[in-house]
């Protein structure tokens, strides 16, 4: 028998407050959660809804480095950005807070010290880098290095950001500093470690035996880490930014970001309502934990433990997360701003919030990644929105206020097919709330617009356009049911497009109904007058995406721009100028060009180098035609030694440009030079 909970507690993961929240953090974490926290209150449930921004750890303080300014000044600026956006899609969180609060320092400090007081953490010196030039132990970020896994040149300390793979410091190849880039040395330090092998048994046992209705890409992850055995970890780390560690002679040492962040659950609670300790430490209350795949071990493993370890907490019941959403075709990153930001489509696409919202849950990545294209939200915006929902609305209101003045007509007898329709709609209300309440959003919403198709399907097959020429009073009966419909589609739509629900109800000139109303045929009483009809929903133009498409390869090509500044070379050793002196660089014209024989990459040029005609075998047959170089003036070395290559002596150099891509670009007079000038 399923436990009866008495209230609801919602977390969504803190967002980073080191940059605005992005269409991936959206599918992933904060709309499914909005639409779970609606729909409970929709059902009069006692819910609170908390979240708030991470505002410590180090993606903060490496912003503040770049753009010269304190960490503080940089978690205000994100904060407002994010919580501005968030209230301007509708996330309904009952309290938007921060880690830099008063009440989370305090909180979170005290967290620290019963465990510590307690001997629940364990003391460890080890070795760490540091930074001898910055004068600082490096946090994991800190740290840049080759991904021994992919290869990626820019890969954290921490993680790979291109091929996803978890890391540590000692596994980077060629590890050097963010902060100076000088190479970093190790150096003894001493933290305090939470034991998570002491937990291990009590992890197996509440997740493996008693969660396995836990959607499976969670439960796998956390198997997987059961099975490879725990290792206690750091609560701690050297760092200037952060709340301090409560203990004495912990100077220069903060709380690490993990330990601190999910602390922030509890604080913000506390600011929120004097009755916290119901939500935190009651038994009847139902905890779930909305989060991306990246957070799955902090919420399911050290969290968790965490909470045990202190002992007055419940724990979560479920944690629903979800994969990760790619933007056409490539993985969103905040580092290289490939990503549709919230604060953005809000300002480019006004009045459009549930388009969005319903692209996202419509193409949710809940059991596996998936990807956001611009063409695949016009085609759900103007197929689904626009075709379906907005037509069968607005038909049922246009057609009320042309036939009957906007005075809602009483129902006749209704037809067989009258009957099943209704009964068709108000079959969905259950399998729309298993879907929610089992974290199946995706599936729901399929749900809510099967309402909406079944009213479309409705009106076209009774097309009261024709009836009301020969039989006017059926044509009652079948807008008194389009009208009902259309009533129920605002209820079963309002957890997922919140804005059009409400514009519904507006039109129909109707207060906003609870769940329990869902269903029924009496929602809209005969002789009530309806409102103004407008559109619900506006075809969304190709240019429009154009837009949005050329902003992506704009972002693109800056990037790849950027990786062409990031793999120039360093500068060789220096030479003395006598040296450079006995170089000889003369203009020279190309008089013919020939493949070399058995070979792909060799041409046999002839050159007038001024001074005489002579060849030279040049390695750029897979850059140039043979055809193309003829008549060009290039730039030769002239008194390079003599080398046989393929039967040939090939006397002096063509000189080259490789640009990042690897082209070979020739290096030539910008105008008609004649042949021996000397180049220096």
């Not at 190790?186 to 939470?194: A, G, I, Q, V």
């Not at 009652?476 to 049911?481: A, G, S, V």
Request: one cysteine or more; hydrophobic letters at 40%; aromatic letters at 10%.
């Amino acid at each position: 028998m399923a436990k009866e909970f008495k209230r609801y507690l919602i977390t969504s993961a803190l967002p980073y407050a080191n940059g605005p929240v992005h269409i991936g953090h959206l599918a992933g974490v904060y709309i499914p959660s909005d639409i779970y926290a609606r729909y409970l209150r929709l059902r009069g449930r006692d819910v609170l809804w908390v979240c708030g921004s991470d505002e410590h750890g180090v993606p903060i303080t490496i912003k503040a480095r770049k753009e010269g300014l304190t960490p503080q000044q940089i978690v205000d600026r994100y904060h407002e950005i994010i919580r501005k956006s968030f209230e301007g899609l509708g996330i309904s969180f009952d309290i938007y807070s921060r880690t830099t609060s008063a009440t989370h320092a305090e909180t979170a400090s005290a967290f620290f010290r019963k465990l510590y007081d307690e001997g629940k953490f364990i003391e460890r010196t080890s070795m760490q880098f540091f930074d001898e030039e910055a004068g600082t132990f490096l946090a994991d970020r800190y740290i840049v290095g080759t991904c021994p896994r992919c290869g990626n040149e820019r890969a954290y300390g921490d993680q790979c950001e291109q091929c996803g793979s978890t890391l540590s410091p000692d596994e980077l190849i060629a590890p050097h500093s963010a902060v100076s880039g000088s190479v970093p040395v190790k150096r003894e330090t001493k933290h305090w470690y939470l034991p998570l092998d002491e937990y291990e048994e009590f992890l197996r046992q509440w997740i493996l035996e008693g969660h396995k209705e836990w959607k499976s890409n969670v439960y796998g992850q956390c198997k997987s880490w059961l099975d490879g055995g725990l290792q206690p970890r750091a609560v701690s780390r050297d760092l200037d930014w952060g709340i301090p560690v409560p203990v004495e002679g912990a100077e220069g040492k903060v709380l690490y970001v993990w330990f601190d962040a999910p602390i922030g659950y509890i604080s913000a609670t506390k600011d929120l309502t004097p009755d916290w300790e119901l939500y935190w430490k009651s038994g009847d209350t139902k905890m779930v934990h909305f989060i991306g795949k990246d957070n799955i071990v902090f919420h399911c493993i050290v969290f968790p433990s965490m909470l045990r370890a202190h002992g007055d907490y419940i724990l979560p019941e479920n944690v629903p997360a979800n994969e990760f959403l790619n933007l056409e075709g490539d993985k969103i990153s905040t580092s290289r701003n490939w990503a549709v930001w919230l604060h953005e489509y809000l300002e480019e696409f006004p009045g459009k919030e549930d388009v969005l919202r319903y692209v996202l849950t419509a193409n949710a990545p809940e059991t596996k990644d998936n990807d956001f294209t611009w063409k695949d939200f016009q085609a759900r915006n103007n197929n689904e929105l626009v075709a379906v929902l907005g037509n069968f609305v607005n038909r049922a209101l246009v057609l009320t206020k042309k036939y009957y003045d906007g005075e809602v007509p009483a129902c006749g007898r209704m037809n067989d097919y009258d009957r099943a329709t209704v009964a068709e709609m108000a079959a969905v209300k259950g399998s729309l709330e298993n879907n929610i309440e089992n974290y199946h959003f995706r599936e729901a919403l399929k749900d809510a617009m099967t309402i909406a198709r079944i009213g479309n399907k409705y009106l076209a097959d009774t097309e009261p356009w024709k009836a009301v020429k020969t039989d006017p009073e059926r044509v009652k009966t079948i807008l008194y049911t389009a009208l009902q419909i259309t009533a129920n589609t605002a209820i079963a739509i309002e957890p997922f497009m919140p804005f059009s629900a409400a514009k519904i109800m507006r039109m129909l000139s109707l207060d906003r109904f609870g769940w329990e109303r869902l269903g029924g045929l009496d929602l809209v009483p005969a002789g009530h007058r309806i409102g103004e009809p407008e559109l619900l929903f506006e075809k969304i133009e190709d240019d429009v995406i154009r837009r949005q498409l050329d902003k992506l390869a704009a972002t693109k090509a800056a990037n790849e721009a950027a990786e062409t500044v990031q793999q120039i070379e360093a500068q060789k050793e220096s030479v003395s100028f006598d040296d450079f002196q006995k170089m000889d660089i003369r203009v020279s014209t190309i008089l013919s060009a020939e493949k070399v024989a058995k070979t792909k990459k060799l041409l046999k040029l002839v050159v007038d180098t001024g001074i005489d005609r002579r060849e030279i075998v040049s390695g750029i047959a897979e850059h140039f035609t043979p055809e193309e170089l003829i008549g060009r003036q290039v730039l030769v070395l002239v008194n390079l030694e003599p080398r046989e290559l393929k039967g040939t002596l090939s006397r002096g150099m063509i000189l080259m440009a490789e640009d990042a891509a690897g082209k070979l670009r020739l290096l030539e007079p910008n105008e008609k030079t004649c042949n021996g000038a000397i180049v220096g």
